[in-house]
Each structure stands twice: as structure tokens, then as C-alpha cells.
């Protein structure tokens, strides 16, 4: 099994930071992902591991969802892959 490590950040003003908070552990939780999800004013900073569909389909969420008002529309992932699992806890956020 392969697992694809999921790094991003980005400097962004975000006001409803903690309106999206539980939207997106949601998000995570719903696909299995697992990794930490940091949202302040200033951007986002993330970290997430799972397999290839479950972070394709997240990377979709972030940069589509009409939630996100388009901040996230040019976000740029760097990618890895690992053979196991690097993170022992659900997805959470801060």
C-alpha cells in the first residue's frame, strides 16, 4: 500500500477560520486522513497522509468548495510517498 504525504501552506486572510475548522476535520475524518490541519487569520498550513484517491479528493475540496470563498483555489501541494502510515492521529486542526 502506498500512502501519499500531503504538505501545504499558504499566506491568506481568513476571517472564518473557526467556521471552517470543524468543516474541514469533518472533511478529513469522512476520508480517513490523518495529519494536522493548521487555520489562523493569516493562512493555512497542513499536513495529511492517507491513500492517493483519499487526498486527491481532498486537495479537490480545499482548492473547489465554495466555502473557502476561492482561497485556496492556487494552493500548491507537495507530495510523497511513503509505505506506511506517518501519522498515528486522526486528522485534527487548530
Same mark, same amino acid.
Given at each position: ?7 501545504? +501552506? /499558504?499566506?491568506?486572510? #481568513?476571517?472564518? @477560520? ?13 476520508? @480517513?486522513?490523518? %495529519?494536522? #490541519?493548521? &487555520?489562523? !487569520? *493569516?493562512? #493555512? ?6 491513500? !492517493? *484517491?483519499?487526498? @486527491?479528493?481532498?486537495?479537490? +475540496? ?5 466555502? =473557502? *470563498? %476561492? /482561497?485556496?483555489?492556487? &494552493?500548491?501541494? /507537495? ?6 502510515? !506517518? =501519522? @498515528? /492521529? ?5
Amino acid at each position: 500500500m502506498s500512502i501519499v504525504n500531503l504538505s501545504a +501552506y /499558504k499566506f491568506v486572510t #481568513i476571517e472564518s @477560520g473557526a467556521d471552517w475548522r470543524s468543516l474541514i476535520v469533518d472533511r478529513c475524518t469522512a476520508l @480517513g486522513l490523518r %495529519g494536522t #490541519i493548521l &487555520l489562523a !487569520p *493569516e493562512g #493555512i498550513n497542513l499536513f495529511v497522509a492517507d491513500e !492517493p *484517491e483519499q487526498i @486527491g479528493t481532498f486537495m479537490d +475540496y480545499l482548492r473547489t468548495d465554495p466555502l =473557502f *470563498e %476561492g /482561497k485556496f483555489a492556487d &494552493l500548491v501541494f /507537495k507530495e510523497s510517498v511513503s509505505a506506511t502510515q !506517518p =501519522f @498515528g /492521529k486522526r486528522c485534527s486542526s487548530s
